[in-house]
């Protein structure tokens, strides 16, 4: 089985699922049973302070950082990446070059006392069962590319799926939408 792990799903024009549409997925895990990743470039507005208040914790990085949005599955569980690879927190996956992952609450207090410069914080996450992905991309719902530590961590979510489709050498404005050859 090819695996589409570690990669960026760009969604294309065409894909009218409200959760999606325009988006750009992080893969962070898929095999045969399926997939998992987070929603990359689409924010909240519950600042990252306060979901740390909340789980009676102190966030001392940026105030005016905000909490993403990974999916629409489980939404009330978190997840955290992180960009800085000197982190004290060793059970930080390695999720592509300059892209750590965790889901433990642990993990996550130790990074809010001391937060990273490059650190995501997620509620939700994106899942698809055994083969659905495949069956998405197929059907030209998805465009795969690869991974960008910059694109995570630097770019506004704004311009997170043009830039993304730039990167790969396609215009956003010539997409045309149509059944996948796979």
Known sequence: MKTLAPALL???????DPNFRGC??????HD????????????????????????KMSWTGDQKERVKWGGP?????GWVLV???????MSLQNVSEGILFTSSPADLQVLA????????????????GPGQLEQ???AGSWLVAPVNADLVFETHDQDIWEV????????????VSSQGIN
């Open 113 to 128: 006392s001391q937060p990273p410069d490059r650190i995501r914080v997620f509620l939700g996450f994106s899942g698809w």
């Open 73 to 77: 599955v489980f939404p009330e569980h």
């Open 10 to 16: 760009v969604a294309m024009p065409d894909l009218m």
């Open 83 to 89: 960009g800085d690879e000197k982190s004290d927190v």
């Open 136 to 138: 998405e991309i197929s």
């Open 164 to 175: 993304t489709l730039k990167n790969m050498g396609v215009n956003p404005a010539m997409l």
């Open 32 to 55: 045969a049973t399926g997939s998992f990743g987070l929603v990359i470039n689409r924010g909240t507005d519950l600042p990252v302070r306060v979901l740390c208040e909340n789980l």
């Open 24 to 29: 750009v997925v992080l893969v962070t895990q």
